[in-house]
């Protein structure tokens, strides 16, 4: 059998609630053909409609809020910290974090760049963290000097 054939079948039978990825050389393939396959390719199959647990929903709550914000500013803070840091984050750090981003946007901004002073509640290590982050060149940006 061809590996053409082969990846039709493959695709042909992937049902509704699942899609079929083809992975090969870290390329993700989507119901396509590549002329450029090699005999070493892997399947996986992802049920897409499988349901979240608890914590992967808070985290993405959290990613979600974090990138829209109502200061730009924050938005691009939060948002990198977020990207950088909440897949790692513990059940008890998210919900720390989830604590912090409730509060107003100028009051967080001023703490993470250490303007003003963090109330007790809110100075834990989630906190620590990200002010670490916002202080050490969190776009990525390169000094040219």
Same mark, same amino acid.
Not at 20 to 27: G, L, T, Y
Not at 45 to 56: G, I, M, Q, R
Not at 131 to 138: A, W
């Given at each position: ?6 990846? *039709?079948?493959? /695709?042909?039978?992937? !049902?509704?609630?699942?899609? #079929?990825?083809?992975? =090969? &050389? =870290?390329?993700?393939?989507? &119901? !396509?053909?590549?002329?450029?396959? #090699? ?9 897409? =409609?499988?349901?979240? !647990? ?12 974090? %990138? ?5 500013? &924050?938005?691009? /803070?939060?948002? *990198?910290?977020?990207? %950088? +840091?909440? +897949? ?5 750090? /998210?919900? %720390? ?8 946007? @100028?009051?967080?901004? =001023?703490?993470?760049? !250490? %303007? ?5 509640? /809110? ?8 002010? +670490?982050?916002?202080?050490? &060149? @969190?776009?990525?940006?390169?000094? #040219?000097?």
């Amino acid at each position: 059998m061809s590996i053409y054939k082969g990846l *039709t079948r493959l /695709l042909s039978t992937s !049902s509704s609630s699942t899609q #079929s990825i083809i992975i =090969n &050389n =870290n390329r993700c393939l989507y &119901n !396509s053909t590549n002329r450029y396959f #090699s005999t070493t390719t892997t399947t996986t199959t992802v049920d897409y =409609n499988a349901p979240l !647990s608890a914590t992967e929903i808070l985290r993405k709550k959290l990613l979600y809020q974090s %990138k829209e914000r109502g200061m730009l500013e &924050n938005d691009l /803070l939060l948002g *990198t910290f977020a990207t %950088k +840091h909440l +897949h790692s984050f513990t059940d008890a750090q /998210l919900k %720390k974090y989830d604590i912090i981003i409730q509060q107003p946007d @100028p009051d967080i901004y =001023n703490w993470v760049l !250490s %303007k003003d002073i963090v109330p007790e509640e /809110l100075d834990n290590d989630v906190m620590k963290l990200l002010q +670490h982050h916002c202080q050490n &060149n @969190p776009l990525g940006y390169y000094n #040219s000097k």
